[in-house]
């Protein structure tokens, strides 16, 4: 007797083939995350794409609006030439997360504008209250000038924030990147101990309370504050601005 047939006298259960249906939920599920996937790579490539120059989603001011006060630049730290076309002005806070991230975008701006004399960039400390270390990195920054170093500084601060800002001695973390930087530590220790640019930072606060900036980073390109701070919305403002030269 067969064993089909055998069962079937008997009445035992015949074995019947189950189909495996995790291997197909399985598959809905990697080809689910490819697409899923692929629609954030379009998004942040969307996102990340600088606006047009004649963009209406461009920020952009009245015709009789007025320029941005060129007296205040004295207050600030410059790099550029004096006559450039376009001058971009930022007021930012060393210790502040989101001008950390805008850091990129000001050395992007310094090697494909400043340097062939397109812009001229001009930096505003506004060290917030409710940073704890952000006055003394804005006078790290200060003193490096004084040896001729302060975009170098202004840039280790920006990478290093994370290290300096927790740190239980910030001026000491700011003197070994003097000594990375090749400068005189110990002179830039002295200076920042005894806030010797404290004067030059609480000018360049008074100028933000004048504007109403209370937020970092708060970027001008001329005298058009940018509503998202970043690389792709400054550099289509700027190109914008030099299209529109005489």
Aim: proline share 7%; charged share 25%.
């Amino acid at each position: 007797m067969g064993e089909a047939k055998r069962r079937k006298t008997s009445g035992e259960n015949v074995p019947r083939k189950r189909t495996d249906k995790s291997d197909k939920g399985g598959k809905w599920m990697m080809i689910g995350g490819i697409v899923a996937l692929l629609l954030v790579v379009m998004v942040v490539w969307w996102v990340t794409q600088p606006p047009e120059p004649t963009s209406d989603a461009l920020p952009d001011v009245s015709a009789d609006a007025e320029p941005f006060p060129a007296t205040f630049d004295s207050v600030g730290v410059s790099i550029g030439d004096a006559d450039a076309p376009v001058v971009v002005r930022e007021f930012a806070d060393y210790q502040c997360p989101a001008c950390a991230r805008f850091a990129p975008a000001s050395k992007r701006l310094r090697d494909e504008y400043v340097k062939s004399g397109q812009v001229r960039l001009v930096f505003y400390d506004l060290p917030l209250t409710q940073h704890e270390y952000a006055q003394e990195a804005a006078l790290a920054a200060r003193c490096a000038a004084d040896q001729d170093a302060f975009w170098p500084m202004h840039d280790r601060l920006f990478e290093h924030q994370g290290e300096w800002s927790s740190s239980s001695d910030p001026v000491g973390t700011f003197a070994r990147y003097a000594d990375e930087l090749g400068l005189d530590s110990r002179r830039l220790e002295r200076c920042v101990e005894t806030e010797l640019h404290r004067q030059d930072i609480s000018q360049s606060v008074g100028v933000a309370q004048q504007l109403r900036v209370a937020s970092t980073p708060t970027v001008y390109v001329d005298n058009i504050r940018l509503t998202r701070p970043g690389w792709a919305q400054m550099q289509a403002v700027i190109e914008r601005e030099l299209a529109a030269q005489p």
